[in-house]
Nanobody, 116 residues
Framework: QVQLVESGGGLVQAGGSLRLSCVVSGNIFRINAMGWYRQAPGKQRELVAARTTGGSTNYADSVKGRFTISRDSAKNSVILQMNSLKPEDTAVYYC??????????WGKGTLVTVSS
């Protein structure tokens, strides 16, 4: 049973920072990429940032220059450092892992609330 467990969400004022962590446990096949998605109320889930095992990264335009994704492949974990947070960053953030067979795995989500 594969589990993705997120931590680090919470309430922060605009301009502040948060650090999200996600650890994968269980019998997962080789991971190809890990990343973070978010879903705000009334909106579709969207990609925030992703990083492949090879080191390639992809960021949503809205977070470039503010968020940084990093991975610890040995620990099957991914970190999202979020700086200069804005109220529009408020959402439930979901950890995602994709294995080399293109199987997707999801965490249960962690809530990030940015107050103005």
């Amino acid at each position: 049973q594969v589990q993705l467990v997120e931590s680090g969400g919470g309430l922060v004022q605009a301009g502040g920072s948060l650090r999200l962590s996600c650890v994968v446990s269980g019998n997962i096949f080789r991971i190809n990429a890990m990343g973070w998605y978010r879903q705000a109320p009334g909106k579709q889930r969207e990609l925030v940032a992703a990083r492949t095992t090879g080191g390639s990264t992809n960021y949503a335009d809205s977070v470039k220059g503010r968020f940084t994704i990093s991975r610890d492949s040995a620990k099957n974990s991914v970190i999202l450092q979020m700086n200069s947070l804005k109220p529009e960053d408020t959402a439930v953030y979901y950890c995602n892992a994709v294995d080399v067979r293109q199987m997707n795995y999801w965490g249960k989500g962690t809530l990030v609330t940015v107050s103005s």
